[in-house]
């Protein structure tokens, strides 16, 4: 294999006409210079240099490599300079996929942060819920992926227990689900009530991972919700409420962004939670730009 620090020194002998002459230009001895040269002319499998007396030049296969030396150390150069940035935070990206409540809270912050920080690193963000977020994660098109789980599922559902043990989870917060009622509700100025108090009710559901939950603590509450009305839109399930058109559970995260309209929020009993994590891979962990959009989530959540 040709290394890039003996093309350096074919190079110098070519420009000083002399080993001696490399070796001065690259403040090495002339012995390291002829050492080099031997194992670039080792690797190429062919002399690169004719030495007669005091002249030393090039073979023909040496003048081919010295014309490629320069465009393969010039793109080297380049490379080092461009991975150094990408380290030093001073370029480089991150794709954030994120599900909508929290790209609406979390992400915000930290992407403010993050550009505040380190301006030379581009942040991109689409939205997904899990578990397709963290399917484009796995698949490289992203570098980080908010996701969510239910503990309940945890124990109870062995492909669930595995979903993310080949990732780095940072745990960000743990994000109560409150009751939706309409403002004309019997239960509306309730302090806090159990879900089991709406099973005669119409239902709203939202996305699949969060209907499912649904339906397992209603069912643990002795009853299947009658779901009527499904919508992973947060102002659509509000919407909905407020027109009295059933009732709802929604994550406290959502409410930081959302003025219910027609509709009361009710505390539930026995807690409903949901956990929030940022996810990536273990590689990627290590890349300077992902870990530090990490730190500013794991911080934009502790707020």
């Known amino acids: 294999m040709i290394e890039a620090r003996h093309l350096r020194v074919l190079r110098a002998v070519a420009a000083t006409g002399s080993l001696s002459g490399a070796a001065r230009e690259l403040g090495c001895t002339q012995p390291a210079v002829s050492q080099q040269m031997k194992a670039l002319e080792q690797s190429a499998g062919t002399p690169l240099l004719v030495r007669?007396?005091?002249?030393?030049?090039?073979?023909?296969?040496?003048?081919?490599?010295?014309?490629?030396?320069?465009?393969?150390?010039?793109?080297?150069t380049a490379a080092e300079e461009e991975v150094a940035a990408i380290a030093g935070l001073r370029a480089g990206r991150v794709r954030l996929v994120s599900f909508p409540s929290g790209s609406s809270t979390l992400v915000p912050t930290a992407l403010a942060d993050m550009r505040a920080a380190h301006p030379g690193t581009r942040i991109s963000l689409v939205e997904a819920e899990p578990p397709r977020s963290v399917e484009m994660l796995r698949a490289g098109d992203c570098e980080i992926a908010l996701a969510f789980r239910y503990p309940d599922v945890r124990g109870a559902d062995p492909a669930a227990d595995a979903e993310w043990d080949d990732l780095v989870v940072r745990h960000l917060l743990t994000d109560r689900l409150v009751g939706v009622v309409p403002e004309g509700h019997r239960l509306a100025d309730a302090d806090r009530i159990a879900v089991g108090d709406l099973a005669d009710e119409p239902w709203i559901a939202g996305c699949p991972r969060c209907r499912s939950h649904l339906e397992r603590v209603c069912e643990s509450?002795?009853?299947?919700?009658?779901?009527?009305?499904?919508?992973?839109?947060?102002p659509a399930v509000f919407g909905l409420v407020?027109?009295?058109?059933?009732?709802?559970?929604?994550?406290?995260?959502?409410?930081?962004?959302?003025?219910?309209?027609?509709?009361?929020?009710v505390r539930v009993e026995p807690a409903v939670e949901r956990e929030i994590v940022a996810l990536t891979l273990p590689d990627l962990d290590r890349v300077p730009a992902v870990a530090a959009m990490l730190d500013r989530l794991a911080t934009a959540a502790a707020r």
């Open 221 to 234: 509450a002795g009853f299947t919700p009658r779901i009527d009305f499904a919508t992973d839109d947060y």
């Open 52 to 76: 007669t007396g005091r002249e030393t030049r090039l073979t023909e296969a040496g003048a081919a490599l010295v014309r490629h030396a320069t465009g393969i150390l010039s793109g080297l």
């Open 242 to 265: 407020g027109a009295g058109m059933g009732v709802a559970v929604m994550p406290e995260l959502a409410l930081e962004t959302l003025r219910p309209k027609g509709a009361r929020t």
